[in-house]
């Protein structure tokens, strides 16, 4: 038996009919850019995780970047990120003109520590863009009262949490504003690029409104100067089904999560730590090894298929070579790199499956290789 890492066809099947009939009506509409099912995903999404506003765009890199912008943020300005993170959230910093500041995450949950955010700041500081990253939410309550206190602004990435909960509440509206994915490997995936930013904040919510389409709120009209990146409605469309599941399929992750938490104890690995304060909702399960690659390859052996949520740190990559950060500059991001690999996760993984990535799991851990980490 081959467990995929994830098996996107598997999510498109199960809900094919209402996928069909979703995107032929789009079709069917003669109305493709923007419209009624644009501005119904946007009520929809808002209402689920309880904002004022949601405003879908092209993807979640633009999410953020559009977001940095209404916010006004631009040239000489610093913007706090996490030193372990998915490189768009630095990228989105950087294509503002800002300069991304990264602080070190938590060892055990690995999201921004916020004990260590203060000590980052300076006169040029205007933002705090915490990542909830694999699904579990940062520490919002620390973050948000450091924000207060200094006057910045807090802008989320919310690309891998979907449906996560920080203290009982669906992130969303915590911060100032969530920059969110629906890339289709995302909890709520469309079916190609898409993305939407969520505010209780009326004035960031149009600005963003205004500069998703060209700077423009009236056709030929352009107020300042926007890009073109909007949410498809055929992407729209889709993302109105998937949002009905959205829980559902959460709550399958947090089973086969719950499952290897318990199976995998006493394997050498590093597993995950969710606080209790949190839901998360299993974007990626991650865990960490010293032998990481070693294990990779014994569980690609056996026709498991693994990710590394990421092999290279941001600031190591060539792409930030002139903020001039070296090898052990963030030695905790630098070992989560070295060491994470991330389980076959999703909502049709079976149970059966992940008693296959266990037992495979549990086969390294006695074998010579993985022998010594028990
Ligand atoms: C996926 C992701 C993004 C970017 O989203 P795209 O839709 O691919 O542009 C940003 N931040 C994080 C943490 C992500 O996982």
Not at 233 to 246: E, G, N, T
Request: aromatic residues 8%.
């Amino acid at each position: 038996m081959n467990v995929p890492f994830l098996d996107l066809r598997a999510a498109y099947l199960e809900l094919k009919g209402e996928l069909d009939e979703a995107v032929l009506r789009v079709l069917d509409s003669g109305w493709y850019i923007l419209g009624r099912e644009v501005e119904a995903f946007e009520e929809e999404y808002a209402a689920y995780v309880g904002a004022g506003h949601c405003v879908g765009v092209a993807n979640g890199l633009d999410a953020l970047i559009l977001a940095l912008r209404a916010m006004g943020i631009g040239p000489g300005q610093e913007v706090i990120v996490p030193s372990n993170t998915y490189i768009a959230t630095w990228l989105a910093v950087s294509y503002v003109g800002a300069t991304p500041v990264p602080v070190e995450p938590d060892e055990k949950t690995y999201t921004l520590d916020p004990s260590r955010i203060e000590a980052a700041l300076t006169e040029r500081t205007r933002a705090i863009l915490p990542v909830h990253l694999y699904g579990l939410p940062a520490d919002m309550d620390p973050i948000l009262e450091i924000a207060r206190k200094h006057r910045l602004w807090v802008l989320e990435d919310g690309a891998q949490s979907q449906g996560a909960r920080y203290k009982g509440e669906r992130i969303g509206h915590h911060g100032d504003a969530v920059a969110w994915s629906f890339y289709p490997g995302k909890n709520l995936g469309a079916l190609g690029d898409a993305g939407a930013v969520t505010t209780d904040n009326p004035e960031l919510a149009e600005r963003i409104r205004v500069l998703r389409n060209y700077g423009s709120r009236v056709k030929y009209v352009n107020e300042v100067q926007g890009v073109n990146s909007r949410l498809d409605p055929i992407h729209a469309a889709a993302l109105r089904v998937k949002l009905k599941y959205l829980d559902l399929w959460n709550a399958r992750r947090q089973q086969i999560a719950g499952y290897y938490l318990e199976a995998l104890e006493g394997t050498g690995l590093t597993l995950p730590y969710p606080p209790e304060w949190a839901e998360h909702v299993w974007h990626i399960f991650a865990v960490l090894h010293p032998e990481r690659d070693l294990l990779q390859q014994h569980l690609q052996q056996q026709g498991i298929g693994t990710l590394i949520h990421y092999p290279i740190p941001p600031h190591l990559q060539a792409a930030y070579r002139e903020l001039g950060y070296g090898e052990g500059a963030f030695p905790i991001s630098e070992r989560i790199h070295r060491q994470e690999l991330s389980l076959p996760m999703g909502p049709h993984l079976t149970q059966e499956q992940a008693e296959r990535v266990v037992e495979a799991v549990r086969n390294f851990a006695l074998s010579a290789r993985g022998a010594g980490f028990r």
